[in-house]
């Protein structure tokens, strides 16, 4: 699920090549490439238009994406942005209007229309390529950051960045070595390094999993359309222990070190519980929490949380045939607790896996398909909750499976005193230890996360 984000945050970029394709490797195998058009859109204007095309592995299934980003900016200010986003048969179109104190979005999927303002935070700046805002006058010193926002086109929201200018430093890939004006630029989601040549067009660049960007050529960019690498992406991303962790859907609670982490927003509430190391290391003991009588019913309980049963993005709970669906499976059961358990299985019933569907999805068109990935899981559940009346937050994290942790995504439902983790693709039932959290709410909250790239993690303590 991560590397989705992952590659999305690198197709809407609108870095400019010292070649017109850059290919995406990832473990020695090229899993797409990237092509960048630049051209003159009048009134000194200019308008870059990246298209990207993905193709790997998930889970044993192919997947492929392409993405459209184009982008209408003078000097560094953005005019407008507009993102086509297809994966797996399904697709998105949003479009951006910029404005000097909001963002007017306008997104159709799946037939629906939906529009939206996001207000630009005072003072902010707003950029599809960092790079002008940093270099646009020359080198700056070594050390130079500049804050910027970004517009994430998946979630409608603006994400906090980091560019900062580390001066010449060489790189090298395969058998060519060089030197370059290096950034590194650091997303919530994740960190990109990247080289430029002294007209600020892009050398090379690295990416969190040991992903690669680099020139290639036209002919082995789009010479070989249909090609699927090997390498999978959700193997690739898995963090391994250092020890199996047998049966983990019986684990109540689990002691894990992480190593070599920098995680300032790993979650640390009822959930969970993250002490920091003078060393550096974190260790994490998780336990959900479980029902122990004290539930409510639907109608109190969406008293106590309301801001968790409205509609969100991608979560349609007033939907007449969401609501009428959660009546229908609940056969009239109005206890919190029991509503969540009935819900999160019923849709564990129906669904389907299907890894090969790399975009976020409105809860409509997925029980219209009734297959997906957890994220899809997740957010079908937490509709038809929170059209029951159900207080529901989706959750991101990563999970233990078969022998690592997977990223990977649930739900959590308030039942009367406590918010119960309910997993809607591992069977329905509560959510077991090895789920570590890494954020919660609404999609636009909860699918803005971190990866754990570079994390050891150490298995000290199991509990069931």
């Known amino acids: 699920m991560r590397l989705f984000t992952i ?3 690198l197709a809407v970029s609108s870095f400019a090549a010292a070649s017109d394709f850059l290919g995406i490797f990832l473990q020695g195998q ?10 003159d859109a009048g009134d000194g204007k200019v308008s870059t238009v990246v298209t990207t095309h993905i193709g790997a592995k998930v889970l044993g299934q192919g997947m492929t994406m392409k993405i459209v980003s184009s982008s209408v900016r003078k000097g560094a200010a953005l005019e407008s942005q507009k993102f086509s986003i297809d994966s797996g048969g399904r697709g998105q179109v949003i479009e951006a209007k910029f404005g000097p104190k909001e963002i007017a979005l306008q997104r159709v999927i799946d037939g629906n229309t939906e529009n939206k303002s996001v207000p630009i935070p005072e003072g902010a700046l707003v950029l599809d390529d960092p790079t002008i805002g940093l270099l646009g006058k020359g080198a700056p010193e070594a050390g130079t950051k500049l804050e910027f926002y970004v517009l994430d086109p998946m979630t409608l929201t603006l994400v906090k960045n980091t560019a900062e200018y580390v001066g010449k430093a060489p790189f090298s890939y395969d058998n060519v070595k060089g030197t370059g004006e290096k950034l590194k630029i ?9 080289w430029l040549d002294s007209k600020g067009e892009m050398l090379f660049a690295t990416g969190p999993l040991g992903m690669q960007m680099r020139p290639i050529t036209r002919e082995e960019a789009v010479g070989s359309e249909g ?19 047998e049966e983990p859907r019986t684990i109540k609670s689990l002691t894990l070190k992480l190593i070599g982490a920098n995680l300032p927003r ?20 998780i336990a ?6 004290t539930t409510v019913s639907t109608s109190i309980a969406s008293s106590l949380q309301p801001d968790f049963v409205k509609t969100a993005l991608n979560v349609p709970a007033e939907d007449a045939e969401m609501k009428k669906l959660a ?3 609940l056969a009239g059961e109005t206890d919190a607790y029991k509503a969540s358990q009935k819900l999160s299985a019923y849709v564990f019933k129906i669904m389907r896996p299907n890894a090969s569907i790399g975009v976020l999805r409105d809860a409509r068109e997925i029980l219209r398909t009734k297959e997906g990935v957890c994220r899809d899981y997740a957010t079908l559940a937490a509709t038809l909750m929170r059209a029951a009346g159900i207080p529901t937050k989706l959750v991101t994290g990563a999970v233990y499976s078969g022998d690592g942790f997977y990223y990977h995504a649930w739900v959590e ?48 303590e199991i509990v069931r």
Request: hydrophobic share 40%; proline share 6%.
């Open 413 to 460: 439902n308030w039942v009367g005193d406590r918010w119960i983790a309910f997993d809607p693709t591992l069977g329905g039932g509560l959510a077991d230890a090895t789920h570590i959290k890494f954020a919660e709410g609404n999609p636009e909250e909860a699918f803005i996360t971190f990866t754990l790239d570079g994390v050891k993690i150490e298995v000290k």
């Open 327 to 329: 009546r229908e499976v």
């Open 186 to 194: 650091i997303d919530p989601r994740a960190t990109t390094e990247i």
């Open 288 to 293: 959900p929490l479980k029902n122990e009588g």
């Open 7 to 9: 590659l999305g945050v």
């Open 227 to 245: 090609y699927l690498p090997e390498v999978d992406i959700a193997a690739a991303s898995r963090i391994v222990p250092d020890k199996p962790i």
């Open 266 to 285: 790993l979650k640390n509430d009822y959930y969970q519980r993250v002490h920091r190391g003078e060393d550096g290391t974190m260790t994490i003991t």
């Open 30 to 39: 090229r899993i797409g490439y990237m092509h960048t058009v630049v051209s």
